[in-house]
């Protein structure tokens, strides 16, 4: 079973030479720390950078520096800053290549809820809408199931939507799941887990095709 690092670092060798990523809220935001070597990505964000680094140590700290999270973040060579009306020029113009976002709920036809529970106060949508509505590869880091033990991957998502049919991948904590034809299709189990105890854990209808291989990390 994987905690938030390990999910993130699964998350990172989805990742391309040449893209340009947006790292959600929350685990996404770890992604960030376990880019591969040798690649080249530019990491976006929603509050008006291109070009954003790795989490700082405690003595790298700029309170300046802050991601669309309003955690202290680093910059990379060359990066650049700009109104938050551009950034989201970039993303409903096409220019992220990626999007890794958290979620509460993603059912088997790639709906994610991600934004809200009804009843209790938030701070507001963000720009996950904008996201889902304009990215063509959107991957989901998220646990398996709630703390009741419930799972989080369902047949239809029962919280407000934030985007249809717009995830292409899940990684939680138990598995690396792809999402097509109506489907959750495993692809990954984590270390130490079963085939068979994921799909206790899947309420979507799960597709298991052959031997599933264990995640490397």
Not at 123 to 144: C, F, Q, T, Y
């Amino acid at each position: 079973m994987l905690g938030k690092e390990e999910i993130a670092k699964r998350i990172a060798q989805e990742l391309q030479d040449g893209w340009y990523v947006n790292l959600g809220i929350g685990i996404p935001t770890l992604v960030a720390n376990y880019i591969p070597e040798g690649i080249d990505v530019t990491l976006q964000s929603e509050n008006g950078l291109l070009g954003m680094g790795p989490f700082p140590k405690e003595e790298n700290i700029d309170a300046d520096l802050i991601n669309a999270g309003k955690q202290t973040i680093t910059t990379m060579p060359g990066s650049v800053f700009f109104d938050s009306s551009d950034s989201f020029a970039m993303i409903r113009a096409g220019k992220v290549q990626l999007t890794v976002l958290g979620a509460m709920e993603v059912d088997q036809s790639g709906d994610i809820a991600n934004w809200k529970i009804p009843g209790k106060m938030v701070k507001g949508m963000g720009g996950a809408m904008d996201l889902v509505a304009s990215a063509e590869n959107i991957i989901v880091a998220m646990m398996h199931t709630n703390r009741a033990g419930e799972s989080k991957l369902l047949k239809k998502c029962s919280l407000p939507l934030t985007g249809v049919n717009c995830v292409t991948k899940v990684v939680t904590n138990l598995a690396v799941l792809e999402v097509k034809n109506g489907a959750f299709h495993l692809l990954e189990r984590a270390p130490g887990v079963t085939v068979e105890e994921i799909q206790k854990a899947t309420e979507g209808e799960l597709i298991i095709s052959g031997e599933i291989p264990e995640m490397k990390l």
